[in-house]
């Protein structure tokens, strides 16, 4: 346990688990071989035909873009044959964006073997049959199941088809759709139990979602019908949902359900958000980026796993008190003492959107090291604005007797590209599967890419490696100057904006850096980007569209002071001056800077 949590926190200061040699080691060994032959070296690598479709891996495992441009790739299941079915999602979190004609599930089957899929039929509810997709999907008894909307449908698949022809039956509908967290993934055990996550819609169920210093709901009874498990019957349709079928509770959202190679099932867990926004008096920011840890936990019927009451901290490796629920910072337990911890931790805000077991074996599997053990995708957050944001990576994490029993790695890694941002990600990891064959399958729904990895490495005996670090070590976007100069802002200047009436050139420049979190903690650019134009949880500011005033100077400072605490396009909430105590010198400042960015020069 000590060592796992001592290599958390070194993870958490952005170094990686391996030695500073080691780690040129690895660097040289995944490096393709230019002009020469593929050979072994040292029997676990060898060098990859392409560029692995941008990721880096641990020696030995190359990757192929599988599929491209599908949409918003959520989770994925691989059938015996070898047909990959993944889900897609739409809606404001993806700015309603356009999506590729057809339904919202995909079928791709690779038949020439090269490791990109050259079939790809979509079926389900379309756009214009009112479908929004969705992100949970599994394969059991011969069907597809996949979430669509509020609902959970069947499609059964006739012999030789890749795409389902028959139409989908409901199995539940009625899921709950509002909040923060509207997604239904699920897991199907071998019985036929449909264990569907209900993510919470607040953050900690407070009075006001997301409000600087706002009590818990005491008690929380949103638990009654979100923040945890329910169990279906994935044999029986048209079943409704109701509070009745809650199997296991305290999970603000438990995105990842997986079955271990035992039958126990685990599901990962995002931590809460905002301990140092909302509650400055009793965290500061950089314990902000660093709790919640979050969770792998095992699922048990009738257990409470802590939320909203409690968090897990990493390095008193134990749950605590929320602020919410008379929590002091991190000392008292309280009822947190009978709450169930994890089996597995992670640092902050890195997000687990997905995780599988790895329980292939035979010609083609990964080393037997990684036997039993589970794969996890990070799908990466904000909330470590204005530090550096961390996932946006999937990890493997070694497993015994359904506990962590060793130091995660990180896989695979170069999903962002340049930026760790939600809205300048170029890719992030959001679903797994792993086929009969051994391959691990990882979807992307910024994009719409599907990775296919595969061992190469011709040693079954290969130890667990992590992957070379991609480009620079992770750190804010705004950190990032030229030569580097990737992205649009990157040495902008402040003089090149326009400086609104009333106001000064220099508060301009005083607000750039209140937004970008170099003065007074703000966090605008977490939500709003680092370049203003917006991501999935916050809008674009640079657009010259007001949702909240008439756009001039004095409407922008009050919709700063006063927050959005109901977005109209947006889930989540907007806390009064962005969640921190911003003097009245530095809201004036931040609004002329939204004004001007707002505001382009022609
Ligand atoms: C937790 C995420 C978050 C943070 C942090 C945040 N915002 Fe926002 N902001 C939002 C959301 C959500 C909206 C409302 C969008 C909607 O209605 O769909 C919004 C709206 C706005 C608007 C109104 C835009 C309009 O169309 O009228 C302004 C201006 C703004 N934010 C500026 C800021 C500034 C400046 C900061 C930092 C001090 C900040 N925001 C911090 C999420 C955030």
Redesign the pocket.
């Known amino acids: 346990m000590r060592s796992r949590f001592s290599s958390l926190c070194r993870h958490n200061t952005g170094s990686r688990l391996r030695t500073g040699a080691g780690a040129l080691a690895t660097a040289l060994l995944a490096l393709p071989a230019v002009g020469t032959s593929p050979r072994a070296a040292g029997g676990s690598g060898a060098a990859c035909p392409g560029d692995n479709g941008g990721l880096s891996l641990p020696p030995g495992f190359c990757a192929t873009v599988f599929a491209d441009n599908l949409g918003h790739v959520r989770q994925m299941a691989v059938a015996q044959d070898g047909t990959l079915y993944a889900n897609t999602w739409s809606g ?1 979190y993806y700015k309603n964006n356009d999506l590729p004609p057809g339904g919202f599930l995909v079928a791709l089957k690779d038949r020439n073997g090269d490791g990109r899929a050259d079939v790809t039929e979509r079926f389900g509810e379309t756009p214009a049959q009112g479908g929004h997709g969705g992100t949970g999907l599994a394969l059991f008894d011969g069907a597809v199941y996949a979430e669509s909307n509020d609902r959970i449908m069947r499609y059964p698949l006739a012999q030789g088809e890749i795409a389902p022809k028959a139409k989908g039956a409901v199995v539940v509908s009625g899921l709950p759709l509002t909040g923060d967290h509207p997604m239904h993934p699920f897991a199907i055990t071998p019985k036929g139990e449909l264990l569907v996550d209900l993510g919470s819609a607040t953050n900690a169920c407070e009075v006001r979602n ?1 409000m600087p210093g706002s009590p818990g709901n005491n008690p929380c009874t949103e638990k009654q019908t979100r923040g945890g498990i329910w169990r279906y019957d994935a044999r029986k349709t048209n079943q409704t949902f109701s509070p009745a079928e809650r199997y296991a509770s305290g999970i603000r959202n438990g995105e990842g359900i997986a079955l271990d190679g035992e039958g126990r099932v685990f599901a990962t867990q995002h931590g809460r958000d ?1 301990l140092h ?1 909302n509650w400055p008096k009793l965290y500061t920011a950089q314990q902000g980026f660093e709790l919640p840890a979050e969770e792998v936990v095992e699922l048990k019927q009738g257990a409470e796993y802590g939320w909203p009451e409690c968090y897990f901290d990493p390095t008193q490796q134990k749950l605590v008190l929320a602020p919410e629920y008379g929590g002091d910072g991190g000392r008292k337990v309280g009822l947190c003492a009978e709450r169930q911890g994890p089996v597995a931790v992670f640092p902050a805000h890195w997000a687990p959107n997905d995780m599988k077991f790895y329980l292939a074996k035979g010609a083609t599997a990964f080393p037997a090291a990684y036997e039993g053990g589970a794969f996890i995708a990070f799908h990466g957050s ?1 909330n470590r ?1 204005p530090g550096p944001q961390g996932g946006y990576n999937v990890v493997f994490q070694p497993m015994k007797d359904g506990r962590a029993s060793g130091d995660y790695v990180v896989f695979a890694d170069g999903f962002a590209g340049a930026v760790k941002e939600p809205g300048r990600a170029q890719h992030r990891p959001s679903g797994l599967a792993v086929g009969p064959d051994g391959a691990l399958y990882v979807s992307d729904d910024v994009r719409g890419r599907i990775w296919r990895v595969t061992y190469v490495g011709g040693n079954p005996g290969a130890a667990i490696a992590a992957a070379p670090a991609a480009g620079p070590p992770a750190r804010s976007s705004r950190a990032a100057l030229p030569p580097e100069g990737i992205h649009p802002d990157a040495g902008q200047a402040v003089a090149a904006l326009p400086v609104p009436p009333g106001a000064t050139r220099e508060q301009v420049a005083r ?1 750039e850096r ?2 970008h979190g170099e003065v007074a903690g ?7 980007g680092s370049d203003a134009k917006g991501s999935p ?3 674009d ?1 640079t657009d010259g ?5 008439d ?1 001039s100077l004095k ?2 400072e009050q ?2 002071a006063n ?2 605490p ?10 009064p ?4 105590e ?1 003097s009245d010198a530095d809201l004036k400042a ?2 002329a ?2 004004w001007a960015v ?1 505001h382009p020069t022609k």
Request: aromatic residues 10%; positive net charge.
């Open positions: 404001p997301r905002q926004e904000w604005a607000g209140v937004f703000a966090t605008c650019g977490g939500c709003h949880i916050g809008p500011l569209k007001w949702l909240w005033s756009g409407g922008i919709t700063i927050g959005v109901e977005p109209k396009q947006h889930g989540g909430a907007m806390p001056m962005g969640g921190v911003l931040v609004a800077y939204v707002g």
